[in-house]
């Protein structure tokens, strides 16, 4: 799955912006979970009205977190990270922003924005010709116009990456933003990340290897070893080989 996040002032186009990728994502044979994060206390009545056009521009999966709570009903905030193990879309399209590392694309209004731009962004969607992003510090940022939803899908399809394990475990000497700016510049790839390195688990299907991403490879290795090590005669250590059938 891979993730990207619209970021920015209220009123810049976001919600406009997703479900048109949302839409555009579907058409083109992709599976889309969307999310929106706010920081405040979740208001059902317009929290929802947003999920409702995700749901109905095609979205697999919408979930609202907000500052206490989550809509999936969960009475509590629900980090990115422990969504993402329950989720297999091909796109995780993001609103508002999370501290999660992953690409930004940050929206502008007429007032606001520039001073949002963070080591993740990638993208800058308002004004064509805005003269802040003549600064250096812009100049490797896409320029995307307010309705220029050709170019903004073609950085989606292009810069959405997988997630990091996101819990800053600091085994490669750094944290997982530090990680994935890296990754996002070139300097660095999914290789640097101690964890998801790991290529503990193979998976065959009538005799052939299934290609599997180390992220979802850490989750079955943790979901797995923690329901084995509960049965009697099984270590905490060891070679471990699992067979089940899925014609019946």
């Known amino acids: 799955m891979k993730l ?34 706010t920081p405040h206390v979740l208001n059902y ?5 947003d999920s409702v056009k995700y749901l109905e521009a095609g979205s697999n999966l919408s979930i609202a977190v907000g500052k206490g709570e989550t809509i999936l009903h969960l009475p509590r905030r629900v980090d990115l990270i422990e969504l993402l193990k329950h989720l297999n879309y091909d ?15 940050l929206f502008l209004n007429e007032k606001e924005g520039m001073e949002r731009v963070d080591d993740l962004t990638i993208a800058v969607v308002g004004k064509e010709k805005n003269p802040n992003l003549k600064a250096k510090r812009f100049q490797t940022l896409k320029n995307i116009g307010a309705e220029d939803y050709d170019t903004l899908y073609d950085v989606v399809i292009s810069h959405a990456m997988p997630p990091l394990p996101g819990d800053d475990c600091g085994h490669c000497g750094s944290d997982c ?13 999914y290789k640097n990340c101690v964890k998801l ?5 193979r998976v065959e299907f009538d005799g052939e290897v299934v290609p599997i991403l180390p992220f979802i490879s850490s989750i079955i290795e943790d979901v797995n070893a923690g329901i084995l090590r ?3 005669g099984v270590k905490k250590q060891g070679h471990v080989k699992i067979e089940f059938d899925l014609r019946n």
């Open 197 to 201: 390195s790991k290529k503990a688990v």
């Open 91 to 105: 796109f995780l399209l993001v609103e508002g922003e999370t501290g999660f590392p992953m690409p930004k694309v």
């Open 45 to 49: 009545e317009k929290d929802s009205k």
């Open 230 to 232: 509960n049965l009697k």
């Open 4 to 37: 990207i996040e619209f970021f920015g002032p209220s009123n810049s186009g976001k919600t406009v912006a997703l479900v048109k990728m949302t839409k555009r994502l579907r058409k083109n044979g992709y599976s889309v979970a969307t999310l929106k994060s």
């Open 177 to 189: 933003t530090s990680m994935m700016v890296g990754i996002i510049r070139g300097e660095k790839t």
